[in-house]
């Protein structure tokens, strides 16, 4: 299966996509919730990636550019782009995960209510 958007070389796309398949048939059963929560924290790992990825090169070929104000706009909207999708991709990695632990251990890893979602932190 070909992601799409296709991703940058450097991404892992055989082993997520391993880890996508094994926890929807292997933990898939009677979890709808969790696998619902995971496959939305899986996608955005994916999206977070790309856009870091895509701010860096926007930000290298900038860099490269006659330093005008606009020029500077556009350096500074990547950078903070970049850090920005970069930390959220780690945030999603964790949210994903914890929808994980919520099969395996529903008692430590609780995703009732609001409060709990909310407590969902790296």
């Not at 958007?5 to 991404?11: A, S, T, V």
């Not at 860096?56 to 070929?61: A, G, H, I, K, V």
């Not at 990547?78 to 999708?85: I, N, P, Q, R, W």
Request: net charge negative; charged share 15%.
């Amino acid at each position: 299966m070909a992601l799409d958007p296709p991703m940058p070389l450097d991404f892992a796309t055989g082993p997520y996509e391993t880890i996508q398949q094994r926890i929807s048939v292997d933990l898939g059963e009677g979890y709808a919730e969790s696998l619902q929560m995971f496959a939305g924290a899986w996608n955005a790992v994916r999206y977070r990636y790309l856009a870091c990825v895509e701010h860096d090169q926007s930000f290298t070929s900038s860099i490269q550019q006659q330093l005008t104000p606009l020029e500077r706009y556009h350096q500074e909207r990547d950078l903070f782009g970049f850090f920005v999708s970069g930390l959220s991709t780690i945030e999603s990695l964790c949210y994903g995960l914890y929808a994980v632990a919520s099969i395996i251990e529903p008692a430590g890893f609780a995703i009732r209510t609001q409060q709990d979602l909310r407590g969902v932190t790296p």
